[in-house]
T-cell receptor, first 114, second 111 residues
Framework: GAGVSQSPSNKVTEKGKDVELRCDPI?????LYWYRQSLGQGLEFLIY????????KSGLPSDRFSAERTGGSVSTLTIQRTQQEDSAVYLC????????????FGPGTRLTVT | DAKTTQPNSMESNEEEPVHLPCNHS???????IHWYRQLPSQGPEYVIH???SNVNNRMASLAIAEDRKSSTLILHRATLRDAAVYYC????????????FGKGTHLIIQP
């Protein structure tokens, strides 16, 4: 079946502009995660959605970062007033349940802030 | 989530078995041991997970020490496609819901 998809695959933006990154999880998966990976680094957890519960935003690095998940499916990660240090690959993952179940990752969005 | 320790890199020959170690001496009784791998320019991919008993699936085997303070991911017959960074991750009931990835082990496969 279809996996996790993300768009765009690449995004180049100027410092100070806002960007929106989209994630389409696997159909039926109730849990959705956002991570980012800077060059040569491991993954950094950003935010987690589980069903209709309030999201776990504990990993968001600043208030310029926000995310929504509409209708329990598609999610959008928004970065306002982008900075050069925001340049990274942003990865989305979904899972069938939550903590104990394997996560399926999308291909990521490579964000470059110039 | 408790911390894991893995070698920075390992090298193996194609068609030979590979044993990737992971130390997790502070593991709690409810922590699951998960392994993911990340191929170049791709998102991470789930490999296997276990709690106490050894586990096998189509991709690999997971051998868990009796005291659970270490585990080994076993690739029975490595191919060039197995060249990736392998991450050992602990996930507990009380831990954060997001995965905590360390630096992992960079596995190099020689033809």
């Amino acid at each position: 079946g279809a996996g996790v998809s993300q768009s765009p695959s690449n995004k180049v933006t100027e410092k100070g502009k806002d960007v929106e990154l989209r994630c389409d999880p696997i159909s039926g998966h109730t849990a959705l995660y956002w991570y980012r990976q800077s060059l040569g680094q491991g993954l950094e957890f950003l935010i987690y959605f589980q069903g209709n519960s309030a999201p776990d935003k504990s990993g968001l690095p600043s208030d310029r970062f926000s995310a929504e998940r509409t209708g329990g499916s598609v999610s959008t990660l928004t970065i306002q007033r982008t900075q050069q240090e925001d340049s990274a690959v942003y990865l989305c993952a979904s899972s069938a349940q939550g903590r104990s179940y394997e996560q399926y990752f999308g291909p990521g969005t490579r964000l470059t802030v110039t | 989530d408790a911390k894991t320790t893995q070698p920075n890199s390992m090298e193996s020959n194609e068609e030979e078995p590979v044993h990737l170690p992971c130390n997790h001496s502070t593991i709690s009784g409810t922590d699951y041991i998960h392994w993911y791998r990340q191929l170049p320019s791709q998102g991470p991919e789930y490999v296997i997970h276990g709690l106490t008993s050894n586990v096998n699936n189509r991709m690999a085997s997971l051998a868990i020490a009796e005291d659970r303070k270490s585990s080994t991911l076993i690739l029975h017959r490595a191919t060039l496609r197995d060249a990736a960074v392998y991450y050992c991750i602990l996930r507990g009931r009380g831990g954060a819901d997001g995965l905590t990835f360390g630096k992992g082990t960079h596995l190099i496969i020689q033809p």
